[in-house]
């Protein structure tokens, strides 16, 4: 080889956790094995779901004479972004209707997280952002590349199973001057506990006080409840109360588009002409990063959003798919009951969302995993998506003999 070595002091970087949970699913060839890291939903045959309105719409796309593969503008696609701010804030949205909200489309909602922690970075000017400990891991390394210092609210309270609200609240009470708070807008991942309504309103009642900057992180809107409009309530709440905020949304998990990378950011600002500001701002950060987004996603969450027909198909379909994993959250807890498993286990029905934090330890979801090939994260975080009609008596068993490796829960 020609020259000096330029790699070779490169050191093996660890895998990602959710990543080496797969392969080891993968290379499991016990025939009772259970996938419960898997982070995208599943049918009860334990097989990926293609919704029938993306289906349909893509169909159309395809069908359609004036569907060409231009370059998109730097900030997306138009119609979708529009779409997008309305499905999130609500058509008669006050930030909507004023013109206030800056949006583009991104490379779904890491690619919009990163793409806001990086404007936030250039042009806010932060503090620091406060996180809720535990989190969805790649939040604190987002913002760390942007350069924003981390810190961390308590969110989880082990022996409720439920939020740490008064630790919060005196966390977001302590919060220097121009902090960020990121919020989970629904279903908390990896916890699957949110806060009530009226402690939402305690936590926007101390950040105004504050006046610290709401950051909604919007992965499950409709995946959680069934209900677009529910799990909108906490970031329609912020802005009816008048908040500027920062919003990142997905369509991953609510159109079943994972790989199709669709989302967008969404900067709710004062007055529409310091919106039309941050919207060229945000252009100059997307350009150099990959120019523009890619269409294909745009198109389709664009028709099922459009097409009245179609998205009533896709809100039916959002609502069974929240039924399958309710559903699954009780049938898991009636069969822990009949089997005498020790301990209280109703959170398993009253967190809701994908996941589920079951309050194992490390050791005991080692057991889980090695003895009875249950694969899940080690911070016992189950996904209820990989829970079906064939496996959740398995699962419950599993469950049941880990409690017995003797550690604290
Ligand atoms: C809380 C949270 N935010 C954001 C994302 C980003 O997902 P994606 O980039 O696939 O849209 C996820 C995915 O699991 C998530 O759980």
Not at 39 to 58: C, I, M, N, Q, S
Not at 177 to 193: D, M, R
Not at 238 to 253: E, L, P, T
Request: with cysteine; glycine share 6%; hydrophobic share 40%.
């Amino acid at each position: 080889m020609l020259g000096s070595d330029k790699f070779g002091h490169i050191k093996l970087a660890p895998d990602d956790a959710i990543l080496q949970t797969a392969i080891a699913f993968r290379n499991d060839s016990h025939t009772d094995k259970v996938n419960l890291g898997v982070g995208a939903y599943r049918t009860d045959e334990g097989k990926p779901l293609l919704f029938r309105a993306v289906k349909e719409a893509e169909k159309q796309i395809l069908a359609d004479p004036a569907t060409n593969k231009e370059y998109l503008g730097i900030d997306g696609h138009l119609k979708f972004n529009k779409l997008a701010q309305e499905l999130l804030l609500g058509e008669s949205s006050s930030a909507v209707l004023e013109k206030r909200v800056a949006s583009v489309q991104t490379i779904s909602g890491t690619g919009s997280l990163r793409i806001g922690a990086e404007f936030l970075s250039m042009f806010f000017n932060p503090s620091c952002v406060l996180i809720s400990r535990p989190t969805w891991g790649n939040h604190i390394t987002i913002f760390e590349r942007a350069r924003i210092p981390v810190k961390y609210y308590p969110y989880w309270n082990p022996k409720t199973k439920g939020v740490d609200i008064e630790g919060m609240i005196n966390a977001l009470n302590d919060a220097p001057e121009k902090s960020i708070v990121l919020l989970h807008a629904c279903a908390h991942n990896p916890t699957g506990v949110d806060p009530t309504p009226d402690q939402w309103e305690r936590i926007a009642d101390v950040m105004a006080r504050k006046d610290l900057l709401p950051y909604f992180d919007s992965a499950y809107q409709g995946f959680a409840t069934g209900s677009i409009e529910r799990d909108a309530f906490a970031i329609r709440m912020f802005i009816s109360r008048g908040f500027q905020c920062v919003i990142s949304q997905s369509f991953a998990k609510n159109m079943g588009l994972y790989g199709e990378r669709i989302g967008a950011l969404h900067i709710v600002c004062r007055t529409s002409e310091i919106a039309d500001k941050v919207l060229s701002q945000l252009k100059i950060v997307i350009r150099p990063m990959y120019s523009n987004p890619p269409m294909h996603g745009a198109l389709i969450a664009a028709k099922v959003l459009e097409d009245p027909a179609l998205k009533n198909i896709w809100l039916s379909e959002l609502e069974q798919v929240s039924q399958r994993i309710i559903q699954m959250r009780r049938v898991l807890l009636e069969e822990l009951v009949r089997i005498e498993t020790p301990g209280d286990w109703t959170h398993i029905t009253s967190q809701i969302g994908m996941f589920s934090f079951t309050g194992l330890s490390p050791a005991q979801c080692e057991n889980m995993i090695k003895k009875w090939h249950c694969y899940m994260l080690t911070n016992g975080r189950i996904s209820m998506a990989g829970i079906n009609s064939r496996n959740y008596q398995h699962v419950a068993r599993a469950i049941k003999d880990s409690l017995q490796i003797r550690e604290k829960l």
